[in-house]
């Protein structure tokens, strides 16, 4: 069996779990961003027509103040779309050479705040020498406290992370996900928490990640507790 070493622990600050509360809205601003991308993907076909169309009309009555203004308009539009077609692509980050151990360690420091305030354990397992995997670092920190965030919510006691070579595992001892909820859990919006309390967005942006960084992600679920593992690219 191979050694796992445990990380005790360490008090945190309010500050850090502020910190952690920002990554997550990070995740949150670039999963509606990519959102928004698709949304305006979609609005560039019938834009693209009626500007057509209006230049056609614009031929057979080139006097008409009505038909300038909307073909300006469209033109308008058009443009916004590209501007904000351009900056949401660039949400989505990089792949570099990246400790796992040390950019899971700094998140599980971040989120021992959040822990401690409900009387949760939360366990950092290091398993063998700590691997350097590709990703994009900021897409690791945010699929880890996504992944941490849902478990301290389902954990009964405790949360333990471990990085294991490439592979980072988030498992709690909470009471699983119910069946009938499996199929809905990684749709933008779909929470079982109360109002203000879950955007349903944590999953869609860890899963969205995690395919950006070319990570393999599973999980698995009883009565138990659940487990979701993200496989990153070795180096
Ligand atoms: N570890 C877990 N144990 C039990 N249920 C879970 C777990 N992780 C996710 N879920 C279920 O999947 C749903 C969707 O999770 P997701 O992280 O996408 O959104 P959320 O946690 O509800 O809200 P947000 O992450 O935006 O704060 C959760 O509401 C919960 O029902
Ligand atoms: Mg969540």
């Known amino acids: ?43 560039r076909q019938p834009i693209f027509s009626s500007k057509a169309l209006i230049e056609l009309m614009r031929r057979k009555h080139p006097d008409d103040d009505g038909l300038r203004v909307i073909e300006a308009q469209l033109q308008h539009v058009q443009t916004l779309l590209e ?47 700590g691997e350097a995997v590709m990703a994009d670092p900021t897409g690791v920190r ?3 406290v996504n992944l941490v965030a849902n478990a301290l919510d389902a954990a ?4 333990v992370v471990t990085v294991d070579g490439c592979q980072l595992r988030v498992s ?10 499996k199929s ?31 990570a393999e992600l599973e999980w698995d679920t009883g009565p138990g507790g659940t487990e979701f593992r993200v496989r990153f690219p070795a180096l």
Not at 2 to 21: F, I, M, N, R
Not at 93 to 110: F, H, K, T, Y
Not at 156 to 159: E, G, N, Q
Not at 172 to 181: Q, V
């Open 172 to 181: 709690d001892d909470g009471s699983g996900i119910p069946a009938s909820l």
């Open 184 to 214: 809905q859990i990684f749709d933008p919006f779909f929470t079982t928490k109360p109002p203000g309390e879950g955007t349903g967005l944590g999953l869609a942006v860890a899963q969205r990640l995690a395919a950006d960084s070319r």
């Open 83 to 129: 501007t904000y077609t351009v900056s949401s692509r660039r949400t989505r980050g990089r792949a570099e050479p990246l400790q796992l151990d040390a950019s899971v360690n700094a998140i599980v420091e971040m989120m021992q705040p959040r822990a401690r305030a409900r009387q949760l354990r939360l366990e950092l397992r290091v398993v063998g020498a």
């Open 1 to 43: 069996m191979t050694q796992a070493s445990t990380v005790e622990p360490t008090p945190g600050s309010d500050q850090a779990s502020e910190e952690a509360l920002q990554w997550m809205e990070t995740g949150r601003l670039a999963e509606l961003g990519l959102l928004s991308a698709e949304l305006l993907h979609e609005l």
């Open 142 to 144: 945010q699929i880890a």
């Open 156 to 159: 009964r006691a405790a949360v």
